[in-house]
């Protein structure tokens, strides 16, 4: 796990998302019971985008590698958590997508 830093010139997915600060999580997620893949090493990028005293706004986007048709998508999410001022509460409101970066017979089943 990294810590919380600016995001990379060079990261065009940060770029897109106007990030204010990025932090990445990398860990190999081991699968059971499939003949082909045993681990599926994966990516989770935290994008701050927003930041205040009442609201928090983060994209994150999960890559997974070296598993068959994963290079052609992402999971992307984004996280709002808002609450008024001085409240001893808050919201989370979660969205998700699959974000396609390129087409394939598996895409229908995925």
Do not use: H
């Amino acid at each position: 796990m990294t810590q919380w830093a600016d995001p990379s010139p060079d990261d065009t997915q940060a770029a897109t998302l106007a990030a204010t600060k990025q932090k990445r999580v990398k860990v190999d997620v081991q699968i059971k019971n499939n003949a082909f893949v045993k681990q599926a090493p994966t990516t989770k990028t935290f994008n701050l985008i927003q930041k205040t005293d009442t609201l928090i706004k983060m994209r994150i986007v999960n890559k997974t590698t070296d598993v068959p048709y994963c290079d052609s998508f992402a999971v992307e999410e984004e996280w709002t958590i808002g609450s008024l001022p001085n409240a001893k509460s808050c919201v989370l409101r979660v969205t998700m997508g699959i974000v396609w970066y390129k087409s394939t017979m598996m895409k229908s089943i995925i």
